[in-house]
């Protein structure tokens, strides 16, 4: 799956991912009311309002971009009938070509993350049948609980061609409070991402591993060391736009032929629509501002990469 991603982000010059993180209050009214009208105001309704919304952003973005990250916590919260929203965003990007990282940020012994890589990136055998559940093409995870919550999540990736995404440095502030403490002198993010090269080295797909990172937008400086720790890891990079990351901050995520990297942007597209700079479009054509914001977030990435040459 890792040389899809990499064929698709070089076919459309675009190595952004959307992240489908839809809360209620970036779904424009009209569609909410729609939803409503049909299944009230319900957690079927918010789910039924969650999913057009998602489907509006994937339609007018799909040309354009190679990949979708549903944030899974965003449709938990909506319950049984979230977790069908999701998995109808999963099946409906993946029906227009879309690589889909399911951003679930699991981890845990090994019995349990077995359970978990079966349910998102695997099959589960039931009588005679086998079953693929939320069939996600790369999942991220969490590796604190070591090589075991790892582990079970890697042996499915190999089994079914997928992908991983391990968090190394993440975008949010306090981050550091783990992430930055040293041992023997070496940041903890930096011992996690050897860790995570290490893993990648024996799991390579054409010229990347399909072992990757996740690395912020947010901390350009860490992330320019993090490159040279994980040569053949792909990062994922959270935070940019509404988290503060911009095009220029970027340029060290990327290998010198402009790959390597591929950056998320949630509602600073799914929610463009509420922006100044795309106020234009209105809530009618919500899509089409979404469309808009991944145009400049292109231009700003590539124009960033450019520059750096």
């Avoid at 909506?78 to 679930?104: C, H, N, R, W």
């Avoid at 860490?222 to 990351?245: D, E, H, N, T």
């Avoid at 501002?289 to 292109?298: H, N, P, Q």
Wanted: with cysteine; proline share 4%; net charge negative.
């Amino acid at each position: 799956m890792i040389n899809k991603l990499v064929e698709k982000i070089t076919k459309t010059h675009a190595p952004i991912v959307v992240g489908l993180d839809p809360m209620l209050n970036y779904v424009p009214e009209h569609v909410q009311k729609a939803a409503f009208a049909e299944y009230g105001e319900t957690l079927e309704g918010a789910a039924e309002a969650i999913w057009q919304f998602n489907k509006e952003i994937i339609d007018k973005t799909y040309d354009l971009i190679p990949a979708v990250k549903p944030q899974i916590a965003m449709y938990e919260q909506f319950g049984i009938p979230g977790m069908i929203a999701y998995e109808k965003t999963v099946s409906y990007a993946q029906e227009k070509d879309l690589v889909v990282i399911g951003d679930i940020k699991r981890g845990d012994i090994g019995s349990t993350s077995a359970a978990y890589a079966v349910g998102h990136l695997g099959k589960v055998k039931v009588g005679n049948n086998t079953f693929a559940g939320f069939h996600e093409d790369f999942a991220t995870v969490n590796p604190y609980l070591g090589s075991d919550g790892v582990k079970p999540f890697i042996d499915v990736c190999k089994e079914e061609k997928k992908g991983l995404f391990i968090l190394v440095k993440t975008s949010n502030p306090s981050s550091g409070e783990f992430q930055d403490q040293l041992i023997d002198g070496k940041p903890l993010y930096e011992l996690v991402g050897e860790k995570v090269a290490a893993w990648g080295e024996e799991h390579m797909g054409d010229k990347y591993s399909y072992i990757g990172a996740v690395v912020g937008a947010t901390y350009p400086e860490m992330g320019k060391v993090l490159r040279k720790v994980m040569p053949k890891s792909f990062i994922l990079v959270p935070g940019y736009g509404a988290q503060g990351g911009q095009g220029k901050d970027l340029v060290h995520f990327f290998d010198e032929d402009g790959l390597g990297a591929i950056v998320n942007s949630s509602r600073g597209i799914i929610a463009a629509y509420k922006q100044e700079a795309y106020a234009k479009f209105g809530a009618e054509n919500f899509g089409d501002a979404s469309r808009a914001a991944v145009e400049a977030m292109i231009a700003d990435i590539d124009g960033a990469l450019n520059a750096a040459k």
